[in-house]
């Protein structure tokens, strides 16, 4: 399909989809809760009744990743079988029972002219959503705009191309008929390169766009964007052990950061430790990370403890996203503050300290989505912050910063009442 | 100067700039409330103590302009004297006298495993703030910035390059010897075009710009910013009259909308009267503007009540900024809602009605920042909300929206604290 399709016919198109969009949330903005809900619950039991269909057309996804050698990760992310489709509707169905934040107030405050000013929950408008190879996502994304009231128009990757527009396909026909007005949730039909430029300069329609994927459509979505972006880029996260920690806490902590899912962006990636507790606490942490598989690269002080390959400048700003750990001792709790904030991604930093003072310090003086106080930074998630869904992890620091959920997916309007105040 | 300056030495000048600004975030960010007070009453006396060199410089400025034949108006702007000074000192101390964000507990937690999660307003680092003419705004924006804990990179224009240099001078050297980090107020000192993009571009420094002046300026900005960046693009605003409105009262706040300053964003620029009520009102209205010179630009519908120049399709997208309003007679509110919905600005709109549900619903439907009930839309101002100071407003949905001041230069941290909690 997309092969005959020339380039001002992929931007005529994606126009035309913004149009439908914006007018799409005009009608979004003023549905009910309940009206979003209902049409959540429809859409959750319109999937169910096309898993035939979307586990054919994830099939076609299937055979073409196998034909071009995806590894069997991509392929296994790729996969969608019934208890995949069952979950995906559960998750839509749990993302109806969350509360809907628009229309929330705020704040509100009279002035002394007699004008009352009330702050009001909106939704954003329309949001662009770009991400690489899960199809879950074309649900999971839309599901979460919906309810916060906003149009989404969803570009996915080609190698997910059939699966995600059965996907798509399923949702809008089954909300449409429960009310969901036309053109609230699109799915561009085609994967050219170009449709992400059309997208992300198409600021007329599109009031935020997220890319959701790796380094290079991140940088390819915030170098064109001309609307605001809300993305991730590294989890490069820190932990820092101070004099005073407890041991046995700051090692549980420690291995549970780093090997409880090594391939995730809150997972440890630089253990920093205190000079003074080194000489204790190093052979008692990489014992328990050997046990684990995990390889150590040290600093130079480090390898004086224990056994490690030694740490080169690359490793203080690499995301291993693997098990591997980086180690360095320092001379101070001031260090630990330096080197964090010149090789941090701004995702999660934890200190291990008794002292809650000392704690208190580390988080002010940290420039950093979440800071964690003997907790692991695994905890660096919607989901354990209580928030119900999750859109993803923002390393920005406008809007959304770190777990991103359904508040995060609205905007504010200003709503102000007088009797015929005038300025003259 | 500037003639000099290879694209190179530009780039890596405001490089270094950045670099230096970085730095003194990390500072800015742990001062008290109490220190930055300190800080901007030195700035202030500073800044009194300086007025005879800044006048000095803003006479270069003056002159330059004259030559390049600047507008009168133009002129009177770019022009400083003592009481024009004194005012600028006096803004600094009531910048000293506002409450202070940073620090402010935004909402908190407990989590059934015992996690306690705060959310937590800190600044957002580094603020990068281009504009044009206006000297002032040298101080303002850094005040502004500096009070909620960021540092500022400052690109004004070239007309009043002088002027702003003295300015800049005096309240770095008043507040460093107060406590001022090294590099927390920065003047970028040449005004090469290139600065803008070398700064649009310096996302590893930059965690937003903000952009102050005409559409070219904002437009350049736009299209090239690697970062976030708040803006304001026009005031297309427009009253709409429901036919029960107090006639009174609406040919008052259409005349004050219109007329009280009409080259400000939040001035009318088109009036929306509802068919019912067109006769009655039409008539009354345009004869008060006549009275204040206003040219009315209308519809046919308009023009069969009242004498009218015939308004084209481009009178719906203007902002005249100028006595001259378009006039449109609207079938019901639904008509009245699509036109503003299709040509405002999302800047601010207003009905006059004394039905408040038809109130709620004309504000629930509109997608604008401000939206008045019975009330001019002059009030959309930082200063008119009870914000203290100002530092624009902003057009944008994210982050900020409308009138814009301290709390919307800051961002949030999560800071979670535990007792040894894992993932394992």
Redesign the interface.
Known sequence: MSESLTPEQITSAIHEMGRLAKRA??AL??LSADQKNAILRAMAEGLRDATDSIVAANVLDISAGEENELSAAMLDRLRLDASRIEAIASGIEQVASLADPVGDLISE?D?PNG?H?QQVR?P??VIGIIFESRPNVTSDAAVLCLKSGNATILRGGKEAIHSNRAIAHALQSAGETAGLPEGAIQLIPFTDRESVSVLAQM?QFL??IIPRGGKGLVEAV??QA?M???KHYDGICHTYIHPDA?RN?AR??V???K???PSVCNALETLLVHQDIAAQFLPEVAESLRTKSVEIRGCERTRSHIDAIPATDADWDTEYLDTILAIRVVDSIEDAISHI?AHSSQHSECIITED?SV?SRF??????????????T???DGE???FGAEIGIST????A???MALKELT??????????????
Not at 365 to 374: I, P, R, T, Y
């Open positions: 949330s005009y903005a003023t405050w002035r004008i000013i909106v954003i408008g600021d009031d935020l915030v170098s001309r605001p972006v809300i407890d806490m549980k902590i291995v549970d950061a090997t409880q899912k904030n809650s704690a988080m002010r003086e940290l420039d950093s989505a979440c800071v964690f106080h003997n907790v692991s695994r905890f660096a354990e912050f209580g920005d620091k406008l809007h910063r770190g777990p905007s504010y309007q200003y709503r102000i009442t007088g009797d015929g105040q005038t300025k003259s």
